[in-house]
Nanobody, 116 residues
Framework: QVQLVESGGGLVQAGGSLRLSCTAS????????MGWYRQAPGKQRELVAT???????KYADSVKGRFTISRDNAKNTVFLQMNSLRPDDTAVYYC??????????WGQGTQVTVSL
């Protein structure tokens, strides 16, 4: 199991920026994809962005051009830079690590709230 610790959430006005960080408890070598999902009240958890082991990235259409995922392999950390935030970005953001098949690890979640 990989423990994931998130930080960086908070309250920001529309148009502002936040940067989320997620640090894995051990090497990310066994992780196929690591990234971020979010869940707004009354909605299902949805993909935000992931960084795959081959270096490729995947973004939800709603965040393309505004959010950027990056990583620091030496620190087992993945970042999510969120710019031009909108009220509909408000959600609990979860760091995720997929190790293949049905093996997923999740962080505890960090709240992001975007006000008008």
């Amino acid at each position: 199991q990989v423990q994931l610790v998130e930080s960086g959430g908070g309250l920001v006005q529309a148009g502002g920026s936040l940067r989320l960080s997620c640090t894995a408890s051990r090497s990310t070598f066994s992780i196929i994809a690591m990234g971020w999902y979010r869940q707004a009240p009354g909605k299902q958890r949805e993909l935000v962005a992931t960084f795959n082991r081959d270096g490729s990235t995947k973004y939800a259409d709603s965040v393309k051009g505004r959010f950027t995922i990056s990583r620091d392999n030496a620190k087992n950390t993945v970042f999510l830079q969120m710019n031009s935030l909108r009220p509909d970005d408000t959600a609990v953001y979860y760091c995720s690590a997929w190790r293949g098949g049905s093996t997923w690890d999740w962080g505890q979640g960090t709240q992001v709230t975007v006000s008008l």
